[in-house]
Structures are given as C-alpha cells and as structure tokens.
C-alpha cells in the first residue's frame, strides 16, 4: 500500500533518481556482468544476431512474465500458465487448419485464453479458493485435458500460413524477431498501466494491503479477477508464438513454464507476498536468465548445468534480495 | 489462534460427530468413490486390488507425511520429485558397488536428508521464499541427476532384501505399506501428542508469536525440512526397488501429486492448520480415483484431469462448510 501512494508522489524526480532508489539498478548490473562475462569469453556473443536471437528466445517469458508479475503484484499466484500453452494451441492449430485464416485461429485461442482466465480468477477472487490450490487444479485438468484430445500426440499446423510462420522466424526491419517486438509492446503499455494508470495502483494497493485496499473503497475481487484474466490472455500471446515456432500444437508443450516464468519474476524483484516489485525489474530477470543459458551453451556447457547454474543463481539471488532489505528495514 | 484447538477433532469422530470435522467432505468423497466404483465394477472391491491400491498410496503417502508437518509450518517443497529420481540413483549405485542394502539406505537417506537440510538452511538463514527456494533445489537436482548418470542405474547387486523393499510381501501386506504406515503413524504421534508437533503448529500459526514466547521457530521449520527430505529417502529406495533401476527421470509431477494430497487433506498453505488423517484421506481419496479409472477401462489420462476438478472442489465444499460453521 505505502509502496502504491509512494510511488506516484515519487513520479516526479527524474528518471535517473528513481532508477538509482530501486532495484532495477541492481539488476541492470548484474545483466551488464552477465553480458560483459560472455562477450569476452565467446566470440560472436555480443553480436546483433545474437542479441536479437536471445530477445526472441526470450520473448515467450517476457509475454507471459508480465502477466505472472501482475498476479503476484495483486499476492497471488499463476502457476497454470505452462499447461494453458499446450492448451490454447489446440483451437488455434485446429481453426487455422480448417479455415486457413490466422486471425480466426488466434481468435479462438484467445477466446480460449479468456475462458480460463474467468475460470481462474473466479474461484479465486468471488470463489475465495486458495490461488495455488486452483492453478494447481487447472493445470492438472488442462494438461490432462490436452493429453486426453490429442491422444499424447503432436498435431501439426498443415496451414503453414506465411503470416503465421512469420511469428517464429520473421524480423522486423530484418533485425528484431517479431516475437520479440510483440513481447516489448506489451510490456511497455502493461508497464504503463501498472505505473501510470488507477487500475495499476490498485492492483499495487490490494497486493500490498489488501484490508486496506477494501476500505479505501477498491473492489478487490474485482481487481484480481482481472488479473488472473491478463495472466491468461498473455500467455495466450507466449502460446501462440510457441505454436509458431515449433509449427505445431504439442501435447508437452510448456513443461514446467510456469517455474522457468516465477523464477525470472521473483528474480526480478517481484514479491510472492504482493504489492512490491515492477514489470521492469521482471524483465531484467527474464534477461538475465536468457542470455546466461545462452551464453552457458555458447560455452559449451551441457544443458544440465544450465539448470544447476539457474537454480543457484535463482537462490543467491533472492537471499542477496532479502538480506539487502532486511537492512535496509533495518533488521 | 483457534487453529490450535483442532486437538478435540479427532475425538469427535467417533460416534456420528463427525459433522463439523474438517474431514467430513473428504470421507465422503472417498465413500461415495468406493461405492460407485464398485457398482461399476464390482472387482474394484477383491483383495488384490485393494492390495494394489495400498501399494500405491505408500510412496505418496511415505512423502506427504513429511510434507503435511512442512506445510503446517507454513513451508512448501517443490524439490521432492527431483530428489526422488536423484536418490533412487543415488542408493542403486552405492548398493551395486557395496552390495549392502544398510549402506544404500543410509546413502540415500543422508543425501535426499542433506537436499532437506539444504533447503531447511536457505529458507530459515538466507531468508528466501521456500516455494522459490526449492524451485531452485529442483531446478539444480534435474540438471544435477544427469550429469551424475545420464541413464538409468540398472540393479546389478541382485539383492533379495532390496528387491523385498519394493516387492516382498510380509503375509499379504506389501512392505512399502508397512513402511509406509510405521512413517504415518511416527509423523502422526509426533504432529498430535508431542510437545514438538505443537510446536510446528504454532510456528506456522504465528511464526512471530513462537519466537516472542522464546522459541526457536528456525530449528523447527529447518527439522520440517529434514523429516521431508527423509521420507523422500525411504521413497526414492522403494521406488528403485520396485523400478530395479535408478531412474533419473522418475518422479516427474510427484512433488504436485504430494501437494495435491495434503491440500486435499484439508492442510493450509498459510500453514498452522491440517493433520496427518486428513492427508491420509488424501492420498486414498487420488489413488482411489486412479484405480477406478484404470478398473473402468477409462481413458488413463484422466487420472490429470480428475485429481484436477477434485482438489478444487473439495476445497471450495470446505470453504462453504466453515462459512455455514461461522453462521
């Protein structure tokens, strides 16, 4: 709550005194290492074709990480998000195959999209049933949902529409990977709307008190419906692009997402506890993480210690997080 | 802190009061399962199916032991099903190069105890998040396990007392159900009649309260850890017993179904409040569905979907049940 009132008294000073006060700075540092690290160690790391390989790479994290941050800013949690990948990719791959027409196809899995995102955000918001509990719930029932109607089967896209393809390997300008650019708008107007908008504060109010958030007259069930239905619709936009790029609707498809997703944010600074945390620092998390697999392989480090090397680096992380504001609280 | 008044809960199950106990949805779920089940299929109810299903509640049931005392402290591990596939390698290579079942127990016990003692000290020293904590323990156990072995550790000591673990019988009983049940009621005496089970209640009732009234609330949280990582020990044996291989790529979603379990059993992710025959029921409650589904010839990938709609369900029917209570 003090984080929501401050933060639009504290608009004022010049972006460089804000970014000083916060812990995006922190983060900036550490993917300017990272960066730093594999430019002099590999050749051709800090490469145009390179960079914008990992910003693609990257995009489906960053699409669905705006969405995660903002459930866990409103204190609660996504945790379906890998399995509603799988899911939304069967209307899409499915109506594209019938009509061959893309606008229909990402039409039904956005209308897909939205039918989960009501069904989450109502039975946690006017349900009241523990957020875990219910995204545990619906990603079991999506998971086995999409095992059920493929068959544990692959099916492929045999539309093959150029303008869908060019989701996966299309770039604007020749350079940025469209996947990269839908990525970066969303998070500029979500990011807008969390910092600059009512509805974002109110988001910041009810995670960070949510009694509090009531009595100054926010309707906060209102506010987390909404939330979860962002979620969903925006990993709808990260399934789509998976979709694109693997040309087909897969049965596994976003194994464990979800934990790759609530790493980067919490990496990110963005609390489980609500109310603290930007869309900003969520990114520089996804980031971080992006180009340090990136690099690991370039390395020539086996995928397994990609894993080793993120789980510790996810720890260190949020310890270093919590000790710097436990001083800063002054215990 | 009325969460810590469960106590005379269980005492009211007997004698027809069980109205107001916190597992009455779930017994009657699992009744009304039994019963249609075994309209439907009236195999569900001979030895060898209950036998059957006993045998695979045990694994779940062994791990959600430790997991229930864990949550009502008011903490989660993610990393279980990670430590499960690591210790099942674990023990099967320390057991074919010393061909002695002590020693692989032990080697299993103190690495997935160790994994439990990792978690335990990040969470209570370095102050992180145990739901973030332990996604990390199991992002660095799936990638650990492969670079210890990249393919299944296959039985070569042809042990008979590491083949019983999993597979032996003591008169009709399976073995991983008498363990199974030893651990159960060890973790159920300790959560209800000692003074160290109220402990873990308070400390996930009122970390703050606990500590004010002199306690050391990490030591508690940071022994839930390591009874989990334990159970996960004797989980990961059985399971390379029954497999007769170390799997690395075992235990995929069992952290979920273990979670599952113990949610459905009516224990609080805020922590503070649940019991161990609530979990029970739990677990008996999705083995159940498991082996209806399979009994009735159902397509076996609702064994997701199902668990899916009934952890939800029964958490909402105990979410109208108190607010009926409240009025």
Not at chain 2, 43 to 66: D, H, K, M, P, T
Request: include cysteine; charge should be positive.
């Amino acid at each position: 709550m003090s984080l929501a009132s401050t933060a639009s008294e504290r608009a004022q000073p010049s972006m460089l005194a804000r970014l000083f006060a916060r812990q995006e700075l922190a983060l900036l540092v550490c993917l300017v290492l990272v960066l730093a690290f594999f430019s002099v160690t590999i050749e051709n790391f800090f490469s145009v074709r390179n960079m914008t390989n990992v910003l693609g790479q990257a995009s489906l994290a960053l699409t669905a990480g705006i969405g995660c941050a903002i459930v866990f800013i409103s204190g609660e949690v996504d945790i379906s998000i890998g399995s509603l990948l799988a899911t939304i990719a069967l209307p899409l791959i499915i109506i594209m195959n019938d009509t061959n027409s893309l606008l229909l196809g990402v039409g039904a899995a956005l209308l897909f999209g939205l039918i989960i995102g009501v069904v989450n955000g109502y039975l946690v918001a006017y349900a009241g049933i523990n957020s875990l509990i219910v995204t545990l719930g619906t990603m079991f029932i999506m998971r086995g949902g999409v095992y059920l109607y493929t068959g544990q089967r692959a099916i492929p896209d045999d539309a093959s529409l150029d303008s869908f393809i060019a989701l996966s390997d299309g770039r604007l300008f020749n350079i940025i990977p469209y996947s990269a650019v839908i990525a970066i708008v969303l998070l500029a107007a979500f990011g807008y709307m969390m910092q600059h908008r009512p509805f974002g504060r109110q988001i910041y109010a009810v995670g960070g008190n949510q009694e509090v958030a009531r009595l100054a007259g926010y309707d906060v069930r209102r506010v987390k419906f909404i939330c979860f239905i962002i979620s969903a619709l925006l990993a709808t936009v990260a399934g789509i692009i998976l979709a694109a790029r693997v040309g087909s609707a897969q049965h596994t498809a976003g194994l464990n997402f979800e934990f790759q997703v609530v790493a980067a944010t919490v990496l990110g600074g963005v609390s489980l506890a609500g109310g603290i945390g930007s869309l900003t620092g969520m990114a520089l998390g996804v980031l971080i993480l992006q180009f340090l697999s990136n690099g690991l392989r370039g390395l020539g480090l086996p995928t397994e210690w990609q894993l080793v090397i993120t789980g510790m680096i996810i720890i260190a992380a949020v310890a270093f997080d919590e000790a710097k504001r436990r001083r800063a609280n002054g215990g | 802190m009325s969460e810590l008044t469960h106590a005379p809960a269980q005492k009211r199950f007997i004698g027809g009061q069980l109205l107001g106990s916190s597992q009455l949805v779930l017994g009657a779920i699992l009744a009304v399962l039994c019963i249609a089940i075994s309209i439907a299929a009236p195999q569900f109810y001979s030895e060898a199916n209950i036998v059957a299903i006993l045998r695979q509640c045990a694994l779940v049931l062994i791990v959600a032991s430790g997991m229930t005392m864990l949550i009502i402290t008011a903490e989660v591990d993610l990393s279980v099903g990670a430590s499960l596939a690591f210790v099942g390698c674990i023990g099967m290579a320390v057991l074919n190069s010393t061909h002695s079942l002590t020693l692989g127990m032990l080697a299993a016990l103190a690495f997935a105890g160790g994994v439990g003692l990792f978690n335990g000290l990040v969470v209570t020293r370095l102050r992180v998040n145990s739901l973030i904590a332990t996604i990390g323990t199991m992002m660095m156990l799936q990638g650990g396990v492969y670079l210890f072995t990249r393919e299944a550790v296959q039985n070569h000591n042809r042990l008979a007392s590491f083949t019983d673990l999993g597979a032996g019988y003591v008169g009709a009983v399976p073995v991983p159900v008498i363990l199974a049940a030893l651990i159960f009621v060890v973790a159920y005496v300790t959560l209800r009649f000692t003074t160290l089970g109220r402990y873990l209640y308070a400390v996930g009732a009122n970390e703050k309260a606990v500590r004010l009234s002199g306690l050391r609330s990490e030591r508690l949280k940071l022994f839930a850890f390591v009874v989990t990582g334990l159970c996960v020990g004797v989980a990961g044996m059985i399971l390379s017993s029954l497999m007769n291989a170390g799997q690395p790529t075992a235990g995929r979603g069992f952290e979920l179904t273990v979670i599952a379990a113990v949610i459905l059993g009516g224990t609080s992710l805020l922590g503070g409040r649940g019991s161990l025959f609530g979990t029970l029921l739990g677990v008996l409650v999705l083995k159940v569905i498991d082996n209806g589904i399979i009994i009735l010839g159902w397509n076996q990938d609702l064994q997701m979907v199902v668990p899916g709609i009934v952890i939800i369900l029964a958490t909402y029917l105990d979410i109208i049940r108190n607010k009926a209570n409240v009025r």
